[in-house]
């Protein structure tokens, strides 16, 4: 197998773990065939390359935990040394013939990310971290082996990842009796654990994108101007919807037009009756599945609205439709909600692409992004508030390159806090609303 050691500038963070070697050009270097992705402006030639090192096979993952202290050398330590530990699927056991798994994609970019943060932060904040890193594997079985058979994950205090959803259900629970932070930076579930105020989920669930949706439509628009569209099995999260629109004061609850499952157009489905003459009427399809349902629907909607103002309001997955034509997107005034929205005119932005490209041949994609905001932000907590930082989330909103985080605590009793009670979680709840217009989906000013 093909490994990489990265020794980080004033970081001194030694890492091992199979990776796409850095290069400007798809070549074969040590028998491995590289194609890294092609930069989106041209950059210096120049690049410097990580160290490669090549390791025997073994029957073990080669992705070994490596520990090294990341040390503030320009600053005074407070002596306190924090363990955080990356879970990721770099999936080490499907490579075959020293290549890299396609799907280790995700945890080669993340990780990426997340050292370029943790350079900054050795140089910025106040703080010693060890850190740790492990290949999660696919399955669970493997996954729940590593948990029950490495004591040094007992040394750990905060654990950032894993990423696959049964995972994720596994390291909460496993967490939760051990008392350790978990940073769940990418599964958006819902109710995964209970009474576990340490799990701290940055990715926001579905609930909380049904609410930020009707919180933008209610501030716009009356809930008898407003339905909900789906399918049969999909009409569990008009609830989210309907509790919303309620605890915003409403009595009058959204219209829902409910289609059986199996329902492959509009055609037999009366669309003029939700038309509103002289005011706007507003869908909401809390769908992302099926691209061709959501055509038919923009199909039906342009046949029939004549002169009538409509608005569309759509899921995070209608960014990567291919078969909806733009047009329909513009004219049905079509919005979507989305976790992360990347400025690439921004100078942050360019600054983390160059700095990414510089430190391994290739652009960043939201996963880098992801996992560079996910760590800079827990490093930050832990440099102003140390490992009670679970408990300062709601005082401290945090501004990231892709993603803001804005936490609230989510209790199972219907989202009542007594004061006394522990929260079964912290969930990231900032959804940002974006609109179809000349660049694609982007936030609208209004």
């Known amino acids: 197998m093909k490994t990489i050691v990265f020794v980080c500038h004033r970081v001194p963070l030694l890492l091992i773990f199979s990776v796409v070697v850095v290069s400007c050009n798809p070549a074969i ?8 992705l092609k930069p989106t402006k041209p950059m210096s030639s120049h690049v410097p390359m990580d160290t490669v090192h090549w390791t025997p096979a073994a029957t073990q993952s080669p992705i070994k935990n490596e520990s090294s202290p990341i040390r503030n050398n320009p600053r ?26 396609d799907k280790s994609r995700l945890a080669l970019q993340f990780y990426a990310g997340a050292k370029i943060a943790l350079e900054e932060v050795s140089t910025v904040e106040n703080i010693n971290v060890t850190v740790d890193t492990w290949d999660s594997q696919v399955n669970d079985t493997d996954f729940q082996a590593l948990l029950n058979s ?17 995972h994720v259900a596994l390291m909460a629970e496993w967490a939760k009796t051990r008392h350790k932070i978990v940073i769940s930076p990418e599964t958006p579930n819902a109710d ?22 009707t919180q933008h439509i209610r501030a716009l628009y009356q809930p008898e101007l407003v339905t909900l569209v789906c399918k049969q099995k999909e ?23 409910v289609l059986p499952d199996e329902a492959t157009n509009f055609d037999k489905i009366d669309l003029k009756k939700y038309l509103k003459p002289g005011k706007t ?23 029939v609205k004549g002169a009538n103002a409509v ?9 990567s439709f291919e078969v909806i034509d733009a047009e329909y ?29 510089e430190s391994t041949g290739t652009i960043p994609d939201e996963d880098g992004f992801n996992g560079y905001d996910v760590t800079l932000f827990t490093a930050k907590m832990l440099a102003r508030y140390g490992l009670s930082f679970p408990e300062h989330l709601e005082d401290a909103p945090f501004q990231g390159l892709h993603e803001t985080f804005v936490f609230s605590k989510t209790f199972s009793n219907g989202g009542l806090d007594g004061g006394s009670n522990k929260p079964d979680y912290h969930e990231n709840t900032k959804v940002n609303i974006l609109r179809f217009g000349k660049s694609g989906f982007e936030p609208e000013n209004r």
């Open 29 to 36: 270097h040590g028998g491995v065939a590289v194609s890294p």
């Open 76 to 101: 005074p330590s407070t002596g306190e040394i924090y363990h955080i530990a990356f879970m990721l699927p770099f999936l080490t056991k499907q490579a075959i013939s020293g290549t890299v798994p």
């Open 150 to 166: 490495t004591p040094q994950l007992n040394k750990t205090s905060v654990f950032i990842g894993p990423i696959r959803a049964s």
């Open 192 to 213: 995964i654990t209970s009474k576990n105020p340490d799990f701290i989920q940055t990715n926001p669930s579905l609930r909380a994108h049904c609410s930020a949706i």
């Open 235 to 257: 009409s569990d999260r008009l609830p989210y919807f309907q509790e919303k629109n309620n605890q915003m004061g409403s009595s009058k609850r959204f219209s829902e037009l």
């Open 281 to 303: 009427a507003v869908f909401v399809l809390p769908s992302w599945g099926s691209q061709d349902f959501v055509m038919a629907f923009l199909r039906k909607l342009k046949e």
């Open 311 to 319: 608005e569309v309001y759509g899921m995070p997955q209608w960014q």
């Open 329 to 357: 997107f513009t004219d049905m005034n079509v919005h979507i909600s989305a976790a992360s929205y990347i400025d690439y005119s921004d100078l942050r932005v360019k600054a983390f692409q160059q700095r990414f490209y």
